[in-house]
């Protein structure tokens, strides 16, 4: 069955610094990977995702991440942090049996962006 | 109006109280979702709708009872609540048959708050 592990729930990091923010996945075929944000009282909103096509996606508000297969890893980077970074992300593996759509999630990383 | 639209956004109702959150989508998906968040706790799937009809129930207590009359609009109606019920609770739809390509798009969510 699919699964995501987010290593850390909580992440700390000063303005400017590198974010980095961990996933690994398992799946027996092969996965579409997510990566989504929440801002408080807000619902998620697509990150990036990847569908089989090239590893190193880039996503929106300058986050990017690279599928990794040897490693089972979708990490999550920005070369720089911004204040207005701080929320909760999500990773996710869609459950690709059949017609399912299936998202399973990860519990989430709560970024906080110190100034 | 475009993407996934919850309303209200915010419910605070008494434990005897009956009330319903509504969930349109504007995409010309055919699967919808009920996710309920609590604080410190994973995203919990609720119910799964592909082309109104029920596929999934995750053991949800009775209290909470889902109404998709169209692939467009998801209703959950709840009564007798518990104040454990208090949560986020998010609204989400896809497009079945993509293999999980594109995951899903969320609303903003209902805040509930029972007293």
């Known amino acids: 069955a699919q699964s995501v592990t987010q290593l850390g729930s909580h992440v700390s990091v000063s303005e400017g610094a590198l974010v980095l923010l961990r996933c690994n996945y398992s799946?027996?075929?092969?996965?579409?990977l997510f990566w989504y944000v929440q801002y408080p009282n807000q619902g998620l909103q697509l990150l990036l995702k990847y569908t089989s096509a090239a590893t190193l996606v880039k996503g929106i508000n300058g986050f990017e991440a690279e599928f990794k297969k040897s490693e089972t890893s979708f990490h999550l980077t920005k070369p720089s942090a911004h204040m207005s970074d701080a929320a909760e992300y999500f990773c996710?593996?869609?459950?690709?049996?059949?017609?399912?759509?299936?998202?399973?999630f990860g519990t989430g990383t709560l970024l906080a962006v110190q100034p | 109006e475009t993407g996934v639209t919850q309303t209200p956004r915010h419910l605070v109702m008494g434990m005897t109280n009956k009330k319903s959150l509504k969930c349109e989508q504007h995409l010309g998906h055919n699967a919808m979702y009920w996710y309920k968040q609590s604080a410190k706790k994973p995203l919990e799937l609720m119910f799964v709708y592909n082309f109104k009809e029920q596929t999934e129930n995750n053991s949800v207590p009775s209290r909470f009872s889902p109404e998709c009359p169209n692939s467009s609009h998801l209703f959950l109606h709840l009564h007798t609540l518990q104040p454990e019920d208090s949560a986020l609770y998010l609204c989400?739809?896809?497009?079945?048959?993509?293999?999980?390509?594109?995951?899903?798009?969320f609303g903003s969510g209902t805040r509930l708050t029972v007293v």
């Open positions: 996710a593996v869609s459950d690709r049996r059949g017609a399912t759509n299936k998202l399973i």
């Open positions: 989400a739809s896809s497009q079945e048959g993509q293999g999980g390509m594109y995951g899903y798009t």
């Open positions: 799946s027996s075929v092969p996965p579409y």
